[in-house]
T-cell receptor, first 109, second 114 residues
Framework: RKEVEQDPGPFNVPEGATVAFNCTYSNSASQSFFWYRQDCRKEPKLLMSVYSSGNEDGRFTAQLNRASQYISLLIRDSKLSDSATYLC??????????FGRGTSLIVHP | ETGVTQTPRHLVMGMTNKKSLKCEQHLGHNAMYWYKQSAKKPLELMFVYNFKEQTENNSVPSRFSPECPNSSHLFLHLHTLQPEDSALYLCASSLEQGASDTQYFGPGTRLTVL
């Protein structure tokens, strides 16, 4: 079983739609979680950290469910510029980061 | 953005060549990382350095040799690589190797091994 699993997609949504991604992790000792965004042929960039209480940043909301061992990312009012690959990351023992393979999002007019 | 820089950006090498990738961070961080990103695969962590000490070697073949002379610089020395080593090699840094420390990535070196 992969340590961090994501549906690769692609998720194809119209502008203005709400879209949600889930990411499951297998290591119950994982300490912290993040969502990164990676544009085509570019480096990953931090989108947001995921806190136990959940957190929101504008149109983006991240949630953590430790009991079921998953994190989620919700994007409201999708923009064309949101098209990218979204990477889920967990940090476990010794805070070593483990990346999921990413979920591809395509927002179309 | 020039927080983390990598050179060269593109590299083509034969299997008998020796080359080095360079990473430099200007963020005052103390932890640096090498990752490999192949098509359709997750980022694979290769090495981690924290305060210049190697803290993680993720079973990387010895044809990849890292070097961290100080907290700002990280090298990846390559020799006798295989075609399957062709990938995007990303460097990252974070304040320390801590649970909540955000990683900042360089633009990567796209490596092709012929």
């Amino acid at each position: 079983r992969k340590e961090v699993e994501q549906d690769p997609g692609p998720f194809n949504v119209p502008e203005g739609a709400t879209v949600a991604f889930n990411c499951t992790y297998s290591n119950s000792a994982s300490q912290s979680f993040f969502w990164y965004r990676q544009d085509c042929r570019k480096e990953p960039k931090l989108l947001m950290s995921v806190y136990s209480s959940g957190n929101e940043d504008g149109r983006f909301t991240a949630q953590l469910n430790r009991a079921s061992q998953y994190i989620s990312l919700l994007i409201r009012d999708s923009k064309l510029s949101d098209s990218a690959t979204y990477l889920c990351v967990s940090r476990g023992v010794s805070y070593i980061p483990t990346f999921g393979r990413g979920t591809s999002l395509i927002v179309h007019p | 953005e020039t927080g983390v820089t990598q050179t060269p950006r593109h590299l083509v090498m034969g299997m008998t060549n020796k080359k080095s990738l360079k990473c430099e961070q200007h963020l005052g961080h103390n932890a640096m990382y090498w990752y490999k990103q192949s098509a359709k695969k997750p980022l694979e962590l290769m090495f981690v350095y924290n305060f210049k000490e190697q803290t993680e070697n993720n079973s990387v073949p010895s044809r990849f040799s890292p070097e961290c002379p100080n907290s700002s610089h990280l090298f990846l020395h390559l020799h006798t690589l295989q075609p399957e080593d062709s990938a995007l090699y990303l460097c990252a840094s974070s304040l320390e190797q801590g649970a909540s420390d955000t990683q900042y990535f360089g633009p990567g070196t796209r490596l092709t091994v012929l």
